[in-house]
C-alpha cells in the first residue's frame, strides 16, 4: 500500500514524539477554565475511566493519564475568580493548553470565559516571544454537551471569539461530556494533532 507524503511525514513525527516522551516524560497539559466548567471531571474520568464526584478545586490536581492513545501529564487548575491570577504559574512552561467551557452557560458566563481565554492567549504569546519558541496548542473542550441547554460547539466558537485569537496561536474546539467521557479521547487525539502541527516537544518539567 502506498502512504501519502503528509501521512508518511505526521507518521514520522507521531513516532519521534512518542521517542522523545519515553526519554523526557509525557508532554504537559494545563486544564484551565472558569470554576465548574468540568475540569476535574474531566481529569478523573481520563485517569479512572469512570465519573467521580469531584469538589471544586482549591490549588490542583496533577494526574498522569493515557488518553487518545498516548501517555499525559495533566495539571487541573482551580477556576475560580479570586485564584485566575495562579494560572499563570502553571501554563508558563506547559506543552499544551486544554480551556474547558461549560456549553450550558449563560451569555454572562461565556462571555466572561471569552474574556479569560483571550487573556490566556495574550500571555501565551508574551511568554512564548520572550523565550523564542511556538506558542503551546490550544484545545478548547466545549463540555457538558449532555445538557438540554448546552449549546453547539460552531456557536460556542463564535461566542469565544476563537476566530479572533493570533494567527500563531493553533488551536482546536471539541465537544465533550466529562460525565459520560464522550468526546474526551476524540478531544485528546485532537491536542495530541496539534502539538504535532505546532512541533511541540514535551520536555521535563521545570
Ligand atoms: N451534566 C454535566 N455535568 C458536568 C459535566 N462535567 C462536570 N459536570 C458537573 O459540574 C460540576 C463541576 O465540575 P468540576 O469538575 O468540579 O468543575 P471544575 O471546572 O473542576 O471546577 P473548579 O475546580 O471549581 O474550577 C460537578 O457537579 C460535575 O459533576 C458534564 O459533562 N455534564
Ligand atoms: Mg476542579
Known amino acids: 500500500m502506498v502512504m501519502g507524503v503528509g501521512r508518511v511525514v505526521a507518521a514520522a513525527q507521531s513516532l519521534?514524539?512518542?521517542l522523545v516522551s519515553l526519554v523526557a516524560g509525557p508532554p504537559h497539559v494545563v486544564l484551565v477554565g472558569l470554576d465548574s466548567s468540568g475540569k476535574t471531571t474531566a481529569l478523573l474520568r481520563l485517569k479512572y475511566g469512570q465519573y467521580v464526584n469531584a469538589v471544586?478545586?482549591?490549588?490542583?490536581?496533577?494526574?498522569?493519564?493515557r488518553s487518545g492513545g498516548y501517555q499525559w501529564l495533566v495539571w487541573d487548575v482551580g477556576g475560580c475568580e479570586r485564584v485566575?491570577?495562579?494560572?499563570?504559574?502553571?501554563?508558563?512552561?506547559t506543552d499544551a493548553l486544554v480551556f474547558?467551557?461549560?456549553?450550558?452557560?449563560?451569555?454572562?458566563?461565556?462571555e466572561e470565559a471569552r474574556v479569560e481565554l483571550h487573556r490566556l492567549a495574550r500571555q501565551q504569546g508574551v511568554e512564548s516571544a520572550a523565550h523564542n519558541r511556538p506558542r503551546p496548542p490550544l484545545l478548547v473542550v466545549a463540555n457538558k454537551q449532555d445538557l438540554p441547554s448546552a449549546r453547539p460547539s460552531h456557536e460556542l466558537a463564535v461566542d469565544l471569539g476563537l476566530s479572533d485569537l493570533p494567527p500563531t496561536q493553533t488551536w482546536a474546539l471539541a465537544p465533550?461530556?466529562?460525565v459520560t467521557g464522550e468526546g474526551l479521547h476524540e478531544a485528546m487525539e485532537a491536542l495530541h494533532a496539534?502539538?504535532?502541527k505546532t512541533?511541540?516537544?514535551?520536555?521535563?518539567?521545570?
Not at 471544586?56 to 493519564?65: A, D, I, L, M
Not at 474547558?100 to 461565556?110: E, H, Q, T, W
Not at 512541533?199 to 521545570?206: A, E, I, S, T
Open 16 to 18: 519521534v514524539l512518542g
Open 56 to 65: 471544586p478545586t482549591v490549588g490542583f490536581n496533577c494526574e498522569r493519564v
Open 84 to 93: 485566575r491570577p495562579l494560572w499563570r504559574s502553571y501554563t508558563r512552561a
Open 100 to 110: 474547558v467551557v461549560d456549553s450550558s452557560s449563560g451569555r454572562d458566563r461565556l
Open 176 to 178: 465533550a461530556c466529562a
Open 194 to 196: 496539534l502539538m504535532l
Open 199 to 206: 512541533k511541540r516537544m514535551p520536555r521535563p518539567w521545570k
